[in-house]
């Protein structure tokens, strides 16, 4: 009890009291051992310019990763990706191991468990091909008024991406035009409904849309 009063009432003895412990504290922590599980999402890299993915069978892997518990701690509130190099990609289906040496960890970590151990890509290559666009509009004008024409700015555009996307592909939609009570020509700049395809380097994505109405 006395011990305990001479420390409560010496500053000194309470301040290397308190340091003593932090370093008790960070050295059990770093001596000591921790495992964590980490869902990561998967990077590709490397892929040629001349091929595409299209699809792949994960979205993500879990890893459980084991170590220091100072260094666990800091890989499991960091964001971490599973990366794959595509640099001997092959159109078609493409299966892909998934090893340690495809995450970047502190060298004091293993990893001790990948789910799934392996990834199935599919791989298409890619190509250019000019459709045209075709403006969708909805309402009807104005009563008495009918739609003379519609023009679409530019009337076709170039687009880029897998073959198998493209090749049956013959026009594109642009979003929905309201033409509803319309009385007079409505010009408008209107985004182009884009999937599975994108457009050529440099190519915009929006057309201008004409709609000229006239009274009946």
Same mark, same amino acid.
């Given at each position: 009890? !006395? ?10 003895? &309470? ?6 412990? !932090?370093?008790?504290? @960070? ?26 993915? #299209?699809?792949?069978?994960?979205? +993500? =892997?879990? !890893? ?6 100072? %260094? ?11 990366r794959i190099d595509l640099s001997d990609a092959r159109p078609g289906t493409n299966t892909f191991d998934i090893? *340690? ?9 293993? =990893?001790? %468990? ?8 599919? =791989? ?10 075709? +403006? ?5 004008? +104005?009563?008495?008024? /009918?739609?003379?024409?519609? !023009? ?11 073959r198998s996307h493209l090749a049956g592909l013959r026009e594109v939609l642009t979003e929905e035009?309201?033409?509803?009570? @319309?009385?007079?020509? @409505?010009?408008?700049?209107? *985004?182009? /409904?884009? #999937?599975?395809?994108?457009? &050529?380097?440099?190519?915009?994505? #929006? ?10």
């Amino acid at each position: 009890m !006395v011990t305990v009063n001479v420390i409560t009432k010496n500053p000194t003895l &309470k301040v290397i009291s308190l340091i003593l412990a !932090v370093i008790l504290w @960070l050295f059990v922590k770093s001596t000591s051992e921790g495992e964590v599980g980490m869902v990561v999402p998967i990077e590709f890299f490397r892929c040629p310019s001349s091929l595409i993915v #299209t699809q792949v069978s994960e979205d +993500a =892997i879990t !890893v459980r990763i084991m170590g220091p518990l100072s %260094q666990v701690d800091r890989v499991s509130t960091r964001e971490g990706k599973a990366r794959i190099d595509l640099s001997d990609a092959r159109p078609g289906t493409n299966t892909f191991d998934i090893l *340690p040496d495809n995450f970047t960890i502190p060298k004091a970590l293993k =990893i001790m %468990q990948i789910s799934p151990s392996s990834i199935k890509v599919e =791989i298409d290559r890619v190509m250019d091909k000019v459709v045209r666009v075709k +403006a969708v509009v909805k309402g009807e004008p +104005a009563p008495g008024y /009918r739609v003379a024409k519609i !023009v679409v700015d530019p009337p076709s555009i170039n687009l880029q991406g897998a073959r198998s996307h493209l090749a049956g592909l013959r026009e594109v939609l642009t979003e929905e035009v309201d033409i509803s009570g @319309l009385r007079e020509t @409505l010009k408008l700049e209107v *985004p182009l /409904r884009l #999937t599975d395809f994108c457009l &050529k380097e440099g190519v915009k994505g #929006t057309v201008k849309v004409i709609v000229a109405v006239k009274q009946e």
